[in-house]
Every structure is written in C-alpha cells, then in structure tokens.
C-alpha cells in the first residue's frame, strides 16, 4: 500500500523542514512527496534539501491560488492509491504512516485521520484541543469531522466525490469529508494523535477568538448545509500570510 503525501505551501520556510524530517523519520517507507507550492521565499530550496531522504517533488501550480486548489493539483500527479494531505506546520509520529497503512489494508474504510496535538507547551491549548476531540469523536460516531492538517483517502474515492472543491474559502476539509460520506464512503479517525500542529495560529489571531470560532464553527456544522454557508465564520487558510481573499482565489 502505497502513498503520496500532499503538502501545499506558501511562504513556510520556517516551518516545511520540520515536517519534511518527521516524515524522514517515519518507520514505513513506501511514499512519494509532492510538495505543491506558490511560495516566493525559500520553501523550495529547504524541500530540495530533503532529496537525498525522501522521494520529492516540487510542483508550481498556475493560475489559481488557495489550499484547496493546491492540494488538487498535488493530487493530479500523485502515482499512489492512497493520498495524505498535511500542512506544511505539522510534524507527525514516527509510526503514523505505519497506523494509516494498517487501516487502509483492512479494505473496511476510504478515508482516515486522527485527534491532534497543538505543537505548545501552554495548558490552555492542550485543553481546548482536548475538548475538540472529545467532540469530534462523538460526532464521528454518526458523521466524520476531519482535519485538512492530516487526512489520508483513496484516490479513487477522492476522484469519483470531485476533488476538494476550489470555490470554498472555509471548511473545504469537513466538506470534502461530508461529501465522502454522503456518498456511502466509510471513514475511521484514531482516537490516538498521530501528529502534532503548529498553533502559530493561535498566536497570530488570539486564543479567546480563535477557540471561540471553532466552537462556534462546531456548532453550526450540525445545521443545515444551506445554513452552514451563510453563518459559517470564516477563517484565513493557514500559510497564506497577507490573509485576504486574494490570496486564496488568485485575484
């Protein structure tokens, strides 16, 4: 059971080492990288440096711009049955790809993920994210709630449910998740983290307002999804840094 890992990038110098060293690391083997970036730092020339320890691509996609769009085009040249989507701040356990491997090899599920970690040492941010697993776990007991940090799939099932969908500037990971469902896809998310983020994000917005959208957000994923898109609070893709929405559409 191969994989093709797929990491979209844009301006991670600082952090795309990290990640490339956890998956050098890993204690399965059998994968290709393909890094899909529109950076205009150094991203590239650090990913270039882990080539004599992991099978790497860098690809340049044209056009558009945002995660979702990059992951796609990642996905596109990807030679594996199975493609992992993580972030480029994320670093994952020395046997994450040997768990995800397993679960694929059983033929039961399509899509796989885990609980995570925030890469901190404040209490606070080991609380909340406690509290984000306890209840996506339980929404996972009827519907999935996955995160695009690390979420492996088929590439068949990924293909037939249309591929992250480009127009979404929110929420593209629990769509496609939703999508994958709706369509008969069963899913398994490991209760035991099998990576750790960056909560670089947490620093840059504030964690009173950070946690409280994605409370907020976790409530209204249970609506409607005509109601979703209306009352979803919108948030900036990780990596972009300029955050508006001309990062993400290309404008």
């Given at each position: 059971m191969k994989f093709s890992v797929i990491i979209p990038t844009f301006n991670e110098e600082?952090?795309?080492?990290?990640?490339?060293?956890?998956?050098?690391?890993?204690?399965?083997k059998d994968f290709e990288v393909i890094i899909s970036d529109i950076s205009t730092d150094e991203t590239k020339k650090v990913a270039e440096s882990f080539n004599?320890?992991?099978n790497i691509r860098v690809i340049t996609p044209k056009g558009k711009r945002g995660v979702a769009y990059?992951?796609?085009?990642?996905?596109?040249?990807?030679?594996n049955e199975i493609?992992?989507?993580?972030?480029?701040?994320?670093?994952l356990r020395k046997n994450a790809l040997k768990i995800i491997?397993?679960?694929?090899s059983r033929g039961k599920y399509a899509f796989v993920s885990s609980a995570s970690l925030p890469d901190s040492f404040l209490p606070i941010d080991h609380i909340a994210i406690g509290v984000w697993n306890v209840y996506s776990a339980i929404r996972g007991l009827f519907k999935p709630v996955f995160q695009g940090a690390f979420f492996a799939v088929k590439k068949e099932a990924f293909e037939t449910v249309g591929r992250f969908q480009e127009d979404i500037t929110f929420a593209e990971d629990f769509d496609l998740s939703m999508r994958l469902y709706?369509?008969?896809?069963?899913?398994?998310k490991h209760k035991r983290p099998l990576f750790k983020f960056s909560v670089r994000r947490f620093d840059q917005e504030g964690r009173l307002k950070f946690f409280f959208r994605m409370s907020y957000n976790?409530?209204?994923?249970?609506?409607?999804?005509?109601?979703?898109?209306?009352?979803?609070?919108e948030y900036e893709l990780e990596g972009y840094e300029n955050g508006g929405r001309e990062d993400r559409e290309g404008v």
């Open positions: 600082k952090y795309i080492g990290k990640t490339l060293e956890s998956l050098s690391k890993q204690a399965f004599d320890r992991l990059q992951r796609n085009e990642g996905a596109k040249v990807a030679n493609l992992l989507f993580i972030d480029a701040d994320v670093t491997n397993r679960s694929f709706d369509a008969g896809y069963r899913f398994k976790g409530i209204i994923s249970i609506l409607p999804e005509t109601w979703q898109k209306k009352l979803m609070w």
